[in-house]
Nanobody
Framework: VQLQASGGGLVQAGGSRRLSCAASGFTFSMYAMGWFRQAPGKEREFVAAISWSGLDTEYADFVKGRFTISRDNAKNTVSLQMDSLKPEDTADYYC????????????????WGQGTLVTVSS
């Protein structure tokens, strides 16, 4: 399993950033996918998830209305559109394959790749 996240960088507060994740090594269209993040000195926290079909999504309360997750099963990619960014969104963002729908609620992720750093300046 390989999950390659990209798109991180420096952005001003109120700005936008789009993260992408290229997946390989498994049947992408069969799995829920998602993103979690980890800020320096803080624990990992769930951000968003999308079902295998793309019909169902779930977001952490702190990103609802600002972030949008999407996927393209033909291209084996999952994306995270981040709008209205805040300094507290600064973190390494990780693309993850979910063990099952809802598994993130107890902190379980099947696989994840290297993170991509998003820094939001005030």
């Amino acid at each position: 399993v390989q999950l390659q996240a990209s798109g991180g960088g420096l952005v001003q507060a109120g700005g936008s950033r789009r993260l992408s994740c290229a997946a390989s090594g498994f049947t992408f269209s069969m799995y829920a996918m998602g993103w979690f993040r980890q800020a320096p000195g803080k624990e990992r926290e769930f951000v968003a998830a999308i079902s295998w079909s793309g019909l169902d999504t779930e977001y952490a309360d702190f990103v609802k209305g600002r972030f949008t997750i999407s996927r393209d099963n033909a291209k084996n990619t999952v994306s995270l559109q981040m709008d209205s960014l805040k300094p507290e969104d600064t973190a390494d963002y990780y693309c993850a394959r979910m063990s099952s729908w809802g598994s993130w609620r107890w902190g379980e992720y099947a696989d994840w790749g290297q993170g991509t750093l998003v820094t939001v300046s005030s």
